[in-house]
């Protein structure tokens, strides 16, 4: 109970701190840093005592859950706060070796952490929506990082399409405690199955809307290319890395734990949805030359993958869906943070990446794929089978494509400077980890059947 | 990327003007530090395996991912030693060639010798996936390794980075070889779900014959075929040509194209529960030996000789686990085997006379007995055994695969002539335009480091001819893997005449028929090979990717980037989502509309002034009008919230309504008055300014109409729904006392939800930063 | 603004003293009436925005030399309440745990109730004025800032930044 506060307090009181300083300053760089890996820390034991001994959650002020606000750590929130977690780390790592270019990006990045985590381990539901937030209004103004007019750009519309995912989450949190007359998740979802089908559905589909678009599943996905292509690197890796799993584990914890039956009904849209979301991120990235562009559409596909997943529902789709989402993440912090770097060590890194989008052992992808396929064959369609078949050629092909020109180019400029070793070696490491993960997923694995057996049990 | 349509490209490695410069044996020999290591590492599995094998095999057995069902399991059984002896042993004298070929090969195209670090490391990561390949016995786990062999021949053939060609001929290899292995991954997960293991023995226990098992022997089959390229997924490997020697003779002959038969050897009891999948191996290995050996006939760069070779010699191997049965099943292990070290010898071959002479096509080839005998000599020798010729070890895999053949029905027996025939014709040719004829070049001497190995697999080759035990037992061991049953496997000279000896002799005589009238065969090969470039599958490919830019490009171009379309693009389908919603559930009664009284009537004149101002903000052709029609909005709403009794809302309310007017009019007095077109440059709300876009006039008015609507049924139908009692409303009043309290809302802030109010100041402290990052750099004061 | 409003001028510092009692009272009567640190940071804050738009930004910024610890305060002000809000922390129970403990004596000064809510009440009139003067100084900063920065086109422009 006190390690749940505490990784909340960590990240906010630092933040606030660091918010007031100049962050462009190296040491102070660094203690965000440091924050974020005590933060990292603190999570993990967190995430070790939630597996082995179940949910741990504390209620405000000690009033009864609903009056006073819920703080729940279980399977599914703790991955997804250790992973995002993670990507902040990187990424403000990697920006620290060089040193931060604006003064508030310690800071934001910080705070950022500290509305991630809060989101994450949240049992209320609109306790959600104000870490949410947090979240959200520290990365508009992290998108704008670097502030040359392509970050201004891309921050302005992530902001502007995003605020207004926001305006339809926070309408739909109004109409769930119409509808309810509770904030408390669990109490939320008991009162959804007494609520009549209309409002219920029409409640769940604007969830579902917030977070798609959080998510950039097709059709929500417009601003996303813009944003990710158009922001730095290390913004991009915490973007689609860390904030966008929002939308992964909202759909998961919404759809699956707050409305089962509209989602169990909405089944077959979503997994429409997802797979036109696999098929077109796919094509669309086959002929983007600017790396971080077809970054970008490679996350609107590799986000169907989830969307599909969740569709599918069950103990295995939904186990898939997180265990793909933390892959996801990972591949994606991993291919933005080496998009910017020349260089011996990068070349692996990105190509562990891509094997990684792709689906080809030993990277971790491997396992997400398999879990995916397995998805597809529970539900028992081929069509998802051979959908699953044909986004990971296209991303295969994509990936590999742009791997070779980049790195495979008879180097007209071979003067290219290369970039610090710091920073190379962080990319190698993080690839590792990726690595590692391909090859023994068995820790990660259990974390997304127990998250997935969370939603097996609550809905009977 | 477009991709050409095969051609008979040059694919020299080296500039065919200079001659190739005298290598000097120190450089290439001491130099290589990563070769060697590689050598000895291969050699230590050998050993290893070799031991392994002869103490009786050996299997190991962990937990991998226990909740996945993943085990590590690996078996030297008789199939595994097969295959890791013959990557280790033919590894070791590869690498061995290696050492002096890479030396010379950089040093030709002046490459820095660092680049050998692109290239030992992964040929012995790839030695290695290939034991681990030959021994495990978990479906995921083959698969792990199918698809780590297949990233190690993308770095080969990409080796040579200057070059176009094997750019795109790495990709091709990957993404054939790759793509086709999903569908193992497939054939596993469909397995799992049906009988709960990924482990080969337990399914080989487990799996009866029915659709789930057709399926995934079928995606197994595919699997295999396009590893090991066969009809149609064969395309690839003519391509991987494009790889240095070295890799040729390893990868693409004896290993890595192996690695497909030996997937068709390990999972073929499950193959064999179902005849369709059979007799498409049959059909399949029979397209492969006869369109490879055909396009074989016709060749003129070596490589590519050897490659339509290796597609066709696989051809056999399928043909034989099409015919199943132990006959097949332990001929096809020997023909691997014998296979393996011809075929391997022969790509050294290749290597070693375009070092010497610069030269890698037959056209421009000939004559060099006379200089190399020795190379000769042994390239005959595994010509020979390719052919299957007596005195060599390929004379009893044509023994065995003829016997087979005979065995299952006489259009096999028709197959197996035919193919030895187009064997010994193609590999004739190649001998006899190689080293027979008018010396046309002038070569360099070979090192000896690249005859040796050749001569060593001759040297083998030959006394298998002569003690074929030496392979037999091996190859009977592999065979009864393969068979799920003991097999036996007896080669030997017998001086009668049985069907497979006059097979024999009818096969020679027509690859001898073949070699005296070679226009004919000529023009046949050069007429499939124009068909196979106009309809093939490489064609297909190739129209496919550039399908795929096609429709990528043309998608593109559709996407919308500026931000009026970003937001309207979230807000349509957002509605349209709402409208489906609203469409699959009864809305009857689920709409209610309730009757005014009291101070309900001072609210719905308000309302109405909030909608005109809405309005206004909307047609609003100036900022300033804008923002004092939207500060109205705030004030209205500010009034509601009053009337209903929220007097702490609409304090607030009113407190940051002012606010929020009076920073939109500082913001605004500082931006620039207009936008003008000819700066464009500015950061401008272009409000009810020029639309340039075509159709934006109707787009603006249609995505807020759509939204509205939906927003309007969303929020009536939740409205509409009946009060939950006792609601948390009624909770929070009644505690507020206990938490020392008279004002609810005050309490819920501080106490109740003091929580939420934290995060919520923190959005506002966030937001200034944000501020004072875009206007002072992040100073904030 | 070369030509100050006098009016304006004189009404701003007049109201300046009447703005902070309002707050103080909306602090202090919070528990038991209408008004809590917020809607009373705000009140304060317009009395600043007052002055700014009354004096322009410098001479607003010298008749209030206090204003430039703006940035402290906001950042003291979410500390106290992060603190109010966490320190239960420390004797291992809930956090927004406040003191005196529900149903136990609370001690009162006139209207104002003495108990560890009112503390973080401050932090939120703390941290609201200090974020609004921020802003407002940020908004006079950003005088010149949109001409200088070469911002491209954000809207209805097809063609931007995202074409390789």
């Known amino acids: ?460 | 990327m477009g991709d050409v349509p095969a051609g008979h490209e040059n694919l020299a490695t080296a500039p065919e003007s200079s001659a190739p410069p005298a290598p000097t044996r120190r450089a290439s020999r001491s130099g290589d530090r990563q070769g060697w290591a590689s050598c000895a590492l291969a050699a230590a599995g050998f050993v290893v395996c070799l031991v392994g094998w002869l103490q009786g095999g050996a299997s190991s057995d962990w937990p991998w991912m226990p909740s996945l069902d993943l085990r590590l399991s690996f078996a030297l059984d008789g199939l595994g030693a097969l295959y890791a002896l013959l990557a280790t042993g033919i590894g070791v004298l590869v690498f061995a060639y290696g050492t002096a070929y890479l030396s010379l090969h950089l040093a030709h195209q002046e490459r820095a010798t660092a680049e050998r670090w692109r290239f030992w490391p992964w040929m012995a990561l790839f030695a290695a996936a290939m034991v681990g390949l030959a021994t495990a016995q978990d479906l995921v786990l083959l698969f792990l390794f199918f698809d780590v062999t297949a990233v190690c021949s993308y770095f080969l053939i990409g080796f040579d980075r200057d070059e176009q060609q094997a750019h795109r001929a790495a990709l091709m290899a990957l993404l054939v070889t790759v793509v086709s292995a999903v569908a193992l991954l497939i054939a596993a997960v469909l397995l799992y779900a049906e009988y709960g293991t990924f482990s080969i023995p337990e399914l080989v226990d487990r799996v009866d014959s029915g659709t789930t098992t057709t399926v995934a022997a079928a995606l197994l089959a595919v699997a295999g075929l396009g590893k090991s390229a066969q009809v149609p997924l064969h395309f690839w490997l003519p391509r991987a040509m494009a790889a240095p020697t070295p890799v040729s003779a390893y990868l693409h002959s004896a290993a890595m194209v192996a690695a497909g038969v030996l997937l068709l050897g390990r999972v073929h009891p499950l193959l064999a529960r179902s005849d369709a999948v059979l007799t498409g191996l049959l059909v399949v290995g029979t397209a492969s030996i006869v369109v490879g050996g055909v396009l074989a006939l016709s060749q003129d760069v070596l490589k590519q000789v050897l490659a339509y070779s290796t597609i066709s010699q696989y051809g056999y191997v399928v043909v034989l686990y099409g015919i199943g049965g132990a006959t097949a099943s332990g001929a096809a292990a020997f023909y691997v085997l014998a296979h393996g070290i011809a075929k391997s010898a022969l790509f050294m071959t290749a290597g070693a006379v375009t070092m010497a002479t610069g030269q890698d096509r037959l056209s421009r080839l000939g004559g060099l007995g006379r200089r190399s005998p020795l190379l000769a000599a042994a390239a005959g020798v595994a010509a020979a055994n390719l052919a299957g010729l007596p005195l060599t070890a390929g004379f009893f895999k044509d023994e065995l695969f003829f016997e087979a053949a005979h065995g299952a029905g006489s259009v096999t027996t028709v197959i197996a002539v035919l193919a030895a025939g187009l064997t010994l014709a193609y590999i004739g040719r190649f001998w006899m335009l190689l080293f027979l004829g008018r010396p046309r070049t002038d070569p360099s001497p070979v090192p000896r480091l690249l005859t040796a190995p050749i001569t060593v697999l001759a040297v083998a080759s030959v006394l298998v001819g002569v003690v074929p035990q030496l392979f037999a037992g091996l190859a009977a061991d592999a065979g009864s893997v393969t068979n799920a049953a003991p097999v036996d496997v007896s080669p030997g000279y017998h001086l009668d005449a049985r069907p497979a000896n006059l097979m024999a002799l009818s096969a020679w005589a027509l690859g001898v028929l073949v070699l005296v009238f070679p226009g004919t065969a000529r023009a046949g090969s050069l007429a499939l090979a124009r068909a196979g470039d106009r309809i093939g599958p490489q064609r297909i490919y190739t129209r496919l990717l550039r399908a795929s830019f096609r429709l990528s490009g043309a998608l593109h171009a559709r996407e919308v980037l500026d931000l009026r379309s970003s937001v309207a693009a979230v807000l349509v389908p957002a509605g349209l989502l709402m409208a489906l919603a609203f469409a699959a559930t009864p809305t009857v009664g689920a709409y209610a509309v309730g009757s005014p009284a009291g101070s309900d009537w001072l609210i719905l004149p308000l309302l109405g002034l909030v909608l005109v101002a809405a309005c206004v903000t909307a047609r609003a052709g100036t900022r300033l009008g804008m923002v004092l029609a939207l500060s109205v909005v705030g004030f209205a709403l500010a009034a509601v919230y009053a009337l209903n009794s929220a007097p702490d809302v609409a304090l607030v309310a009113v407190v940051v309504e002012t606010m929020i007017t009076l920073v939109f009019l500082a913001a605004l007095a500082r931006l620039p008055r207009a936008a003008s077109a000819a700066r464009p440059g500015h950061l401008h709300v272009d409000v009810g300014a020029e639309a340039p876009l075509r159709g934006a006039r109707w787009r603006n008015p249609l995505a807020a109409g759509v939204a509205g609507l939906a927003a309007l049924a969303g929020i009536w139908g939740f409205l509409s729904e009946p009060d939950v009692t006792p609601g948390l409303a009624e909770e929070l009043i009644r505690r507020t006392p206990e938490a020392h309290g008279q004002d609810v809302v005050t309490v819920t802030i501080t106490d109740f939800r003091g929580l939420d109010t934290l995060a919520e100041i923190t959005v506002l402290l966030i937001a200034v930063v944000g501020v004072a990052t875009l206007v002072r750099k992040g100073r904030l004061w | 603004m070369s030509r100050p409003y006098v009016v304006a001028q004189v009404v701003a510092r007049l109201l300046w003293g009447p703005s902070v009692v309002v707050a103080i009272s909306l602090i202090v009567k919070g528990y038991t009436d209408v008004g809590d640190g917020f809607a009373a940071g705000v009140v304060v804050a317009l009395g600043l925005a007052l002055f700014y738009v009354a004096l322009g930004a410098s001479a607003a910024e010298l008749a209030l030399p206090f204003l430039r610890y703006a940035p402290r305060l906001m950042i003291t002000g979410l500390l106290l309440c992060l603190g109010t809000g966490f320190f239960p922390l420390l004797s291992g129970e809930p956090i927004f745990s406040h003191l005196p403990e529900p149903g136990a004596h609370v001690a009162t000064v006139g209207s104002l109730e003495l108990f560890t809510p009112l503390l973080f009440d401050l932090g939120l009139f703390l941290l609201v004025v200090g974020v609004l003067t921020v802003l407002l100084h940020q908004l006079a900063g950003l005088k010149g800032v949109a001409e200088d920065l070469a911002v491209p086109p954000v809207d209805d422009a097809p063609t931007g930044g995202r074409r390789p």
């Open chain 1, 1 to 460: 109970m006190t390690l749940l506060a505490t990784v909340l307090l960590v990240p906010w009181v630092a933040g606030a701190l660091l918010v007031g300083l100049d962050g462009r300053r190296r040491p102070l760089a660094w203690s965000a840093v440091a924050v974020l890996a005590v933060g990292l820390v603190l999570l993990v034991a967190l995430t070790v005592r939630v597996a082995s001994a179940g949910p741990v959650q504390l209620v405000t002020g000690g009033w009864p859950a609903g009056v006073g606000i819920v703080l729940r750590a279980d399977a599914l929130g703790a991955t997804f706060a250790v992973v995002s977690q993670l990507v902040l780390l990187v990424a403000a790592a990697h920006e620290a070796i060089p040193g931060p270019r604006a003064r508030s990006f310690p800071g934001l990045v910080v705070l950022l952490a500290a509305g991630l985590t809060g989101l994450f381990l949240t049992g209320d539901v609109f306790n959600f929506y104000v870490f949410f937030e947090v979240a959200m209004t520290a990365s508009y103004a992290l998108a704008a990082y670097g502030g040359r007019p392509r970050q201004l750009r891309a921050a302005l519309v992530f902001a502007a399409v995003n605020l207004l995912g926001s305006f339809i989450f926070l309408l739909s949190v109004a109409g769930t405690y119409r509808i309810t007359g509770s904030l408390a998740m669990a109490d939320v979802a008991d009162g959804v199955l007494r609520a009549g089908a209309n409002a219920g559905l029409l409640v769940a589909v604007g969830f579902f809307v917030a977070f798609s678009t959080k998510l950039g599943l097709f059709p929500f996905h417009f601003w996303l290319p813009t944003v990710y292509a158009g922001s730095r690197p290390a913004v991009a890796a915490i973007l689609s890395g860390a904030v966008a799993n929002i939308g992964g584990y909202g759909l998961i914890r919404f759809g699956a734990g707050i409305f089962p039956a509209q989602l169990r009904m909405a089944a077959t849209a979503l997994v429409v949805l997802g797979a036109a979301s696999i098929v077109y991120g796919g094509v669309l990235a086959v002929s983007r030359g600017d790396t971080a562009e077809l970054l970008a559409y490679s996350a609107i596909g590799q986000v169907g993958y989830v969307l599909v997943a969740v569709g599918v529902g069950g103990p295995v789709g939904l186990a898939a869906a997180v265990f793909y989402s933390v892959v996801n993440a990972l591949n994606k912090a991993l291919l933005f943070l080496t998009a910017g770097l020349r260089g011996p060590l990068v070349a692996g890194a990105f190509v562990v990446g891509a094997l990684s989008v792709a689906g080809v052992p030993p990277a971790a992808g491997f396992v997400g794929k398999l879990t995916l396929f397995r998805t597809g064959v529970a539900a028992g369609s081929p069509a998802l089978v051979v959908l699953l078949l044909v986004g990971s050629a296209l991303s295969l092909l994509y990936m590999f494509m742009n791997y070779q020109r980049q790195f495979w180019r008879s180097d007209p400029a071979a003067g290219t400077t290369v970039s610090p070793l710091p920073r190379r070696a962080l990319v190698a490491v993080l690839a590792l980890l990726v690595l590692a993960l391909g090859l023994w997923a068995e820790p990660l694995w259990q974390l997304s059947q127990q998250a997935a057996d969370l939603f097996a049990r609550e809905s009977g």
